[in-house]
């Protein structure tokens, strides 16, 4: 039960003036229940990415196995593979459609084929998980907020049970508290139904804090894979395609540079906050008085 | 998927017709249709013929691209052709059943066919080599004159570009829209013309939203920056006619006097 992805090239536009070789040689394997943030700048190939894995584009060249199984094989239905893998596009925008909110969350399962009752139980059992008060749930999609949209269309993809989740920027355009809460609200979906996770940011804070493994993009290519501590580790390189580590990472990195024995793989701040004050603990017992630093 | 519609899409490279001005390619490319239809004879286009390939030799546009644009088109040119072929009373050349194929027939359909394909790879040789502001520039400029009789040339020269503008965009937006919706299941494909049409509802409302959206925000940014139409504005790069411009204008007269004599000297 897995994701494979096997030399995998993508080329936009081939043979006209606008060719892009969006994709090169990736090679990825995501296993089961796993929360995997993918990271790049803006143009970098990471939403091309993603859309492969639901097979919304076709690899110019390379296969995807899914579970196993070549989803380019003949015959391999991708109705089925969607149902499996859902994704959510950045905007929101993109699919609401219906004239309120439960009838547009229904749209997903409605298309699985399902029965009637089936299809409410999930929408609204999705609309509950997403954290969307229920008096919202006859109001129009277009009269919510950016942040309450975006639930809705999370709601819209968790309705058809999906196994894999993919989030395209689920933060994008939001305030710190709408970002904290959607991605929370993710965290708390990937724990309880252990779906696999993927979800695609820029924002090396919003990662850090929830996955377990970090994949950073660059012109296409996959630069970085690994653990978020191992990732965080090449920050300077990080910085120099565009992108930059937690901010703690530098505090860290800086205190370490003054002679402050820190541990530099301290990735969200309470990890700091235990890092630091473990060194002063130690150096206030050494020096036997207290020590404003 | 959406994406792959290039039909007159402007091809960016630099060649001589590239740098042409607009108002110079679109007189060219109305003189080219209106020859088309006004010899019609063998010799007149083959001189014709011997124009397109130069001009699309100089464009540095792939050949490719000129064809691409007739694919949209093959069924309605297939139409016309076997029309033409099969109505026309004449002389019988050949007779298959009740079908019959007259001298008259074959000559029409033959020359529609023809002029078709041209007018079709001739246009888009301007819209290739053109982007699409230059061109409503052009127009704006070379109409310019109809403001004397109250036509707001102006603002319909805006309007065109901002409908040419939005083609790429709208394009793309449904691109994203029908892939959103198909990763929710949505089937674009199968069925008959009313479940298709039903389908289209989650594609459609969408679009029109964004649409206005992008419409409103538009307008808003315009009027933020003063836009308050025509009157008394200036132009960041005036079109001004250079050397090339004087030349291709030579050369107009010239190409029509060929395919007049063409007509006239050889005859069919």
Redesign the interface.
């Known amino acids: 039960m897995s994701i494979k992805l096997e030399h995998i090239n993508y080329i936009y536009g081939e043979e006209t003036a606008y060719e892009k070789h969006a994709l090169k040689d990736i090679n990825l394997e995501i296993p089961d229940g796993q929360f995997v943030g993918i990271i790049g700048h803006t143009g970098s190939g990471k939403s091309t990415l993603i859309q492969h894995l639901n097979g919304l584009i076709k690899a110019t060249s390379g296969v995807i196995y899914y579970n196993g199984e070549n989803i380019y094989a003949e015959g391999y239905s991708m109705k089925e593979l969607r149902s499996h893998v859902g994704l959510v596009f950045q905007y929101p925008e993109y699919q609401l459609f219906e004239a309120d909110v439960l009838s547009d969350v229904c749209f997903g399962p409605k298309n699985l084929g399902l029965s009637e009752e089936e299809v409410k139980m999930r929408s609204l059992e999705a609309l509950h998980q997403v954290g969307l008060k229920e008096k919202y749930y006859d109001k129009s999609p277009f009269d919510l907020s950016g942040g309450q949209k975006r639930r809705v269309a999370i709601a819209g993809i968790l309705a058809m049970h999906p196994e894999v989740l993919i989030l395209d920027e689920p933060t994008a355009g939001l305030d710190p508290k709408g970002r904290d809460d959607i991605l929370d609200q993710i965290a708390k979906l990937h724990k309880e139904r252990g779906i696999t996770v993927i979800l695609v940011s820029h924002s090396m804070e919003d990662v850090a804090k929830y996955v377990d493994r970090i994949i950073v993009m660059d012109h296409g290519c996959m630069k970085f894979d690994g653990e978020p501590k191992k990732v965080f580790e090449h920050y300077k390189e990080l910085e120099s395609i565009g992108l930059s580590a937690p901010q703690v990472t530098y505090v860290m990195q800086d205190l370490k540079e003054k002679g402050f024995d820190v541990d530099v793989h301290a990735i969200t701040v309470e990890e700091a906050k235990q890092s630091i004050l473990q060194v002063f603990g130690m150096k206030v017992k050494k020096n036997g008085s207290e020590e404003n630093v | 998927m959406i ?1 792959d519609i ?1 039909i007159g899409q402007y ?3 630099d060649s001589v017709i590239h740098r042409l001005d607009p108002r110079t390619k679109l007189v060219w490319t109305l003189a080219y249709i209106f020859s088309l239809f006004l010899f019609r004879s063998f010799a007149s286009y083959v001189v014709a013929t011997v124009l397109l390939v130069t001009v699309i030799k100089i464009s540095k546009v792939p050949f ?2 000129m064809v691409k644009g007739m694919k949209a088109v093959v069924i309605l040119l297939l139409i016309t052709v076997v029309f033409n072929l099969f109505l026309i009373p004449g002389t019988t050349l050949v007779q298959i059943w009740k079908l019959r194929i007259t001298y008259e027939g074959l000559n029409t359909a033959v020359f529609m066919a023809l002029r078709l394909t041209y007018l079709i790879i001739g246009s888009s040789v301007m819209t290739l080599t053109t982007t699409p502001n230059q061109l409503t520039d052009g127009m704006e400029k070379g109409l310019a004159p109809l403001n004397k009789i109250h036509v707001p040339v102006h603002d319909v020269a805006m309007m065109m570009s901002i409908a040419l503008r939005f083609i790429p965009i709208l394009l793309e ?1 449904t691109d ?2 029908m ?9 674009f494909e199968s069925g008959n013309l009313i479940t298709k049409a039903k389908n289209m ?2 594609l459609l ?2 679009l029109f ?2 649409a206005f ?1 992008r419409a409103n925000d538009l307008a808003m940014a315009m009027e933020a920056r003063g836009y308050y139409g025509g009157e008394g504005r200036t132009k960041m790069r005036p079109l001004v006619y250079q050397k090339n411009d004087r030349i291709a204008y030579a050369i107009l007269p010239v190409y029509l006097i060929a395919m007049f004599a063409a007509k006239k000297i050889v005859g069919i």
């Open positions: 994406r290039t091809y960016p490279t490719k691209f937006e994203k829209i892939k959103a919706q198909m990763a929710r299941g949505a089937d509802i989650p409302v969408p939203i964004s959206r």
